[in-house]
């Protein structure tokens, strides 16, 4: 159905997932929460998180446009 751009396509999407996710996770965090949640999610492992999305999706669109 994609042919050879599935590979690429889906790591841009997971890639764009983590990153925007992660963000807005940071940005706003639930206004309510369960007992056992943590008040507001970890700024490294969000950092993190964001990081490895950008330069998944930074792969995977330069993946695209080149072939």
Known sequence: MLGDDILPLLVLALGAAMALGSGLALLRPPATRAE??????PVVRSGIMITIGVVASVWAMASL???
């Open 65 to 67: 446009l080149a072939g």
């Open 36 to 41: 056992g949640e943590l008040e507001r999610p």
